[in-house]
């Protein structure tokens, strides 16, 4: 039999399948740095067919496969475990733009566009591709299917599930579905989409995808808000939904916790308020006729919550690089915590209504277990998602902090499901999270998981200990 390493050169090329340690490095290991992998190749198909090809000789010669994009991902779910025998198959090399039809308002794009030249062929065409995330200069469209992606306008235009009408895919024995169907409306049996999307590559490889397209904004205007409590964001939500409807795009929360981080890591960045507050909301209004609707419904909307008292001091961005001075705080902070030092994170979402409740209590609960420990929570308070992250106490041993992981996530997760939230909901499940989540599913759900990875993956070569523990 040819060696694995030469079958595979024969069918994407010498130079798209590296072995040296030194080329595998940036693929072995996440954006974290907390997980690192040992790949026995890392291969960069050029296009669909090739992805199949090396699909069915992994599948033949019995050889596990993880996808990875643009290696963005917060789970670990892109790497390869340590044994040195997975194959890394990186799409950044599908980067076409197949089509955009704007009579339909979509496109066809395959899996290793990244987000940021997707919106911008999206703008080229005089639309909007609305997903956003502060990776996206990097992240593929792959992944963010793969992973569900959310980021700041859910809460408007939803998730990446339902950005995506159709998909392409290659099954784990190297088989083309070819489901790339533009169709808003399409019963025709089970909807097979679904379960490739959030599935973080353990199903098949997506290769395409056939996505919405939305008319631009013609006007979009950013605030910072300084406010009293969590409730009192809450309320604010509430009442922007209300007045503002599908104009409101953003509603993003930063804990005051971030602020000294990002002053630390990113001095540049200027925070707008002078004064400490518990906390800021970023809130942004779109109009489809103009400038002057959108201030209009914005100064409304701040303008009652300024008379209640729910929003204390506010600025409004008056032009397109001081909105970007707002939006870059907050697109910082993850950086900002990782420069800081070791950080236990918790991408968790929850009803509105219950989230100032739980972030009391378990702030609560988080500095009885580890005195001193810094929670920095921020994220999208208009989808319910916050990221409730616990840093180390300053100066503390951070391989000790890092013992304590475990029994962290399981003092947040626990009353994160207390709550009626999940343990999970953006960044995927992965190595990271994959065993804390089986443990708050029902055995029922469990099960219905493994006949599904079962039937679509029978050989169990897709990337396997991500998602559900391998059987
Ligand atoms: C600074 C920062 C901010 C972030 N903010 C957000 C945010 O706001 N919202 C959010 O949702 N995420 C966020 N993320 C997480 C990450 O960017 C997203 O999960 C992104 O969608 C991952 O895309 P990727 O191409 O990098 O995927 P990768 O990291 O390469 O892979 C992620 C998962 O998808 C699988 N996968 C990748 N491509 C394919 C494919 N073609 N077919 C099948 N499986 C595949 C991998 O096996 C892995 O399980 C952030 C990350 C960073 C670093």
């Known amino acids: ?13 010498d130079a798209h399948v590296l072995t040296l340690p030194d080329d595998m490095a940036a693929y072995n290991t996440d954006w974290r740095r907390k997980y690192l992998g040992r790949a026995r190749a890392v291969v960069r198909p050029g296009s669909t067919a090739e992805v199949a090809a090396v699909m069915a000789l992994a599948h033949d010669r019995g050889v596990a496969v993880v996808p990875q ?11 390869p475990d340590a044994y040195g025998q997975q194959l890394v198959l990186n799409l950044c090399r599908l980067n076409r733009i197949r089509h955009i039809d704007a009579a339909n308002d979509t496109v066809v794009v395959e899996a290793g566009v990244t987000l940021q030249a997707l919106q911008d062929a999206a703008r080229g065409a005089g639309r909007l591709f609305p997903l956003s995330l502060a990776a996206q200069g990097s992240c593929t469209v792959g992944g963010n299917l793969a992973t569900n992606a959310g980021g700041t306008a859910v809460l408007r235009y939803g998730n990446m599930r339902e950005l995506t009408l159709g998909l392409e895919v290659v099954t784990p024995d ?4 070819n489901g790339l ?45 300084a406010l009293p409590s969590l409730t009192d964001a809450v309320t604010l939500l509430t009442q922007a939904r209300l007045e503002l409807g599908p104009a409101l795009t953003a509603f993003e929360v930063i804990s005051n916790a971030c602020v000294p981080l990002l002053a630390r890591h990113f001095p540049a960045l200027r925070w707008p308020f002078a004064t400490n507050h518990p906390l800021a909301v970023l809130l942004e209004v779109s109009d489809h006729h103009g400038e002057a609707g959108a201030r209009d419904a914005l100064e409304r909307v ?52 219950h989230v100032a409740a739980f972030v ?9 277990a580890a005195p001193g420990a810094r929670v920095a929570w921020f994220g999208h308070l208009g989808d319910g998602n916050l990221h409730f992250n616990v840093l180390a106490p300053p100066g503390s041993n951070a391989a000790a902090f890092a013992e304590r992981q475990p029994e962290i996530n399981r003092l947040v997760h626990d009353q994160v ?55």
Do not use: C
């Not at 039999?1 to 090329?13: F, I, K, Q, S, Y």
């Not at 994009?69 to 790497?79: H, P, Q």
């Not at 190297?174 to 579905?177: A, E, I, M, R």
């Not at 009391?360 to 009885?368: H, I, M, P, S, T």
């Open 174 to 177: 190297g088989q083309v579905w």
């Open 181 to 225: 169907r533009a169709l808003r409306k399409d019963n025709t049996g089970y909807d097979l989409k679904q379960l490739y999307i959030g599935s973080e590559g353990s199903l098949g490889v997506i290769t395409a995808a056939a996505l919405k397209l939305f008319a631009p904004p013609r006007a979009t205007l950013t605030a910072m808000m």
């Open 302 to 353: 701040l303008g009652l919550a300024m008379d209640v008292g729910t929003v204390v001091d506010g600025v409004v961005a008056e032009s397109l690089s001081q909105s970007r001075q707002l939006w870059a705080l907050r697109e910082h902070i993850s950086e900002a915590q990782g420069l800081d030092g070791p950080h236990i994170k918790h991408d968790i979402s929850l009803p509105a209504s």
């Open 1 to 13: 039999m040819t060696d694995l390493v030469a079958a595979l050169r024969a069918l994407v090329g």
């Open 417 to 471: 499901v207390a709550f009626q939230g999940s343990i999970s909901a953006e960044h995927g499940l992965g190595q990271l999270r994959r065993d804390e989540n089986a443990r708050y599913k029902s055995e029922l759900e469990l099960a219905l998981m493994q006949a599904v990875k079962q039937a679509l993956d029978p050989l169990g070569l897709m990337n396997p200990g991500k998602v559900i523990s391998p059987q």
């Open 360 to 368: 009391g209590d378990a702030e609560v609960l988080v500095a009885r």
């Open 69 to 79: 994009g643009g290696n963005t991902g917060l789970s670990g779910g892109a790497t």
